[in-house]
């Protein structure tokens, strides 16, 4: 009886963490885009310098960064590395992949008044999905913390 209660806490914490990771992760897309639109401003920076730099902010739950090349060569497609390294990435959301995935295409596509066009939609649409997991975590984490004081007193009231 005690590990069926055990069980139901634990499960109960994966679920927060999941709801809280996807915060998180919504939280780290915005820094990136306002990292890369920050260097397209300001220097014109291309793909690779912006990968390279990218990688040097420590954007956690953004794993995929780590996997591409921050050096050109000739057969290197960069935005398919970029749109494979998302979809490998099983721990991310397909929302926040769709987004990240388009963000990747219009890097480098353009002159920079247009790519800070297309980073500035790309970044509103993950301001409202990082709202609505936020959202998504408070309300439904609510429950979860809810159910695990009630585990636990479940559990203190068998075992006594």
């Known amino acids: 009886m005690f590990f069926l209660f055990y069980a139901e806490l634990s499960a109960v914490s994966t679920t927060q963490k999941k709801l809280k990771r996807r915060v998180s992760i919504c939280n780290e897309a915005e820094k990136l ?14 793909i690779f310098h912006i990968i390279k730099a990218l990688k040097g902010e420590e954007l956690c739950f953004l794993r995929f960064l780590y996997t591409l090349p921050e050096e050109f060569s000739t057969d290197c497609d960069i935005r398919k590395l970029w749109c ?4 490998n990435d099983q721990d991310m959301p397909g929302e926040e992949k769709a987004v ?5 295409s219009i890097l480098g596509t353009s002159d920079t008044e247009g790519q800070l066009v297309a980073i500035t939609s790309q970044l509103l649409r993950m301001e409202e999905l990082r709202e609505q997991r936020r959202l998504e975590y408070m309300q439904k984490g609510k429950l979860y913390r809810s159910l695990g004081v009630m585990a636990g007193v479940s559990v203190g009231i068998i075992l006594i």
């Open 33 to 46: 885009m306002r990292s890369c639109a920050v260097m397209i401003r300001t220097s014109g920076a291309d």
């Open 84 to 87: 494979d390294a998302i979809g």
């Open 100 to 104: 990240l995935r388009e963000f990747g």
